[in-house]
């Protein structure tokens, strides 16, 4: 949820935002049906609970090619994903998934975004397919894509090595004096 949570920062504080930096994330709102798919995972976790939640999400966050799959470190990541997911609490992971579906669409307002912005994808994110973040690109005036091969969802869990290089390229990019200045 960081990814709406920077938008929102953005679009209203931008003398406060030298640079952006979205990860597997998308500008639009929710479709009805996609809303009506977080009430019904909602329900079932409240019935279920938090297991089925993790069942169905570590397949969906983390990218399924035989490269990425037998990735180092690959078992390490879903236990994380596991152990994060499973020390929720029910309400929690239900306010939050209420909390996406009913978020605004930041299309326009990111249109008027100033700062550079790194966008990343993952190559092989079921979540938020690269085709959000490629139209996010058009969107934001000063947005650069990066889609990473081998990763779903959660790359900077998945790509550690790549992801960090692209933000620390990114950082270096920018005037140091924008950077001082936001408070960053």
Same mark, same amino acid.
């Given at each position: 949820?960081?990814?709406?949570?920077?938008?929102?920062?953005?679009?209203?504080?931008?003398?406060?935002?030298?640079?952006?930096?979205?990860?597997?994330?998308?500008?639009?709102?929710?479709?009805?049906? %996609?809303?009506? !798919? #977080?009430? $019904?995972?909602?329900?079932?976790?409240? +019935? *279920?609970?938090?297991?089925? &939640?993790?069942? @169905?999400?570590?397949?969906?966050?983390?990218?399924?090619?035989?490269?990425?799959?037998?990735?180092?470190?690959?078992?390490?990541?879903?236990?994380?994903?596991?152990?994060?997911?499973?020390?929720?609490?029910?309400?929690?992971?239900?306010?939050?998934?209420? %909390?996406?579906? !009913? #978020?605004? $669409?930041?299309?326009?307002?990111?249109? +008027? *975004?100033?700062?550079?912005? &790194?966008?990343? @994808?993952?190559?092989?994110?079921?979540?938020?397919?690269?085709?959000?973040?490629?139209?996010?690109?058009?969107?934001?005036?000063?947005?650069?894509?990066?889609?990473?091969?081998?990763?779903?969802?959660?790359?900077?869990?998945?790509?550690?090595?790549?992801?960090?290089?692209?933000?620390?390229?990114?950082?270096?990019?920018?005037?140091?004096?924008?950077?001082?200045?936001?408070?960053?």
């Amino acid at each position: 949820m960081g990814g709406y949570v920077a938008q929102h920062v953005a679009a209203r504080h931008p003398d406060r935002v030298a640079a952006v930096i979205l990860v597997a994330t998308k500008l639009e709102a929710d479709s009805a049906e %996609a809303r009506a !798919g #977080r009430t $019904d995972l909602a329900a079932k976790v409240g +019935r *279920l609970g938090l297991g089925i &939640l993790a069942d @169905a999400m570590i397949p969906r966050l983390l990218a399924d090619s035989p490269e990425a799959r037998g990735a180092p470190g690959r078992a390490d990541v879903e236990s994380l994903l596991r152990r994060t997911i499973l020390g929720q609490r029910v309400a929690s992971v239900q306010s939050a998934l209420a %909390a996406l579906g !009913g #978020r605004p $669409d930041m299309t326009e307002p990111l249109r +008027r *975004l100033r700062p550079p912005a &790194l966008l990343v @994808a993952g190559a092989e994110d079921a979540i938020t397919a690269p085709e959000c973040l490629e139209r996010a690109e058009a969107i934001i005036p000063r947005a650069k894509l990066l889609i990473v091969p081998a990763a779903g969802h959660m790359v900077p869990l998945e790509q550690p090595e790549v992801f960090n290089a692209a933000v620390l390229d990114f950082l270096r990019e920018l005037p140091q004096g924008r950077l001082r200045a936001a408070g960053a």
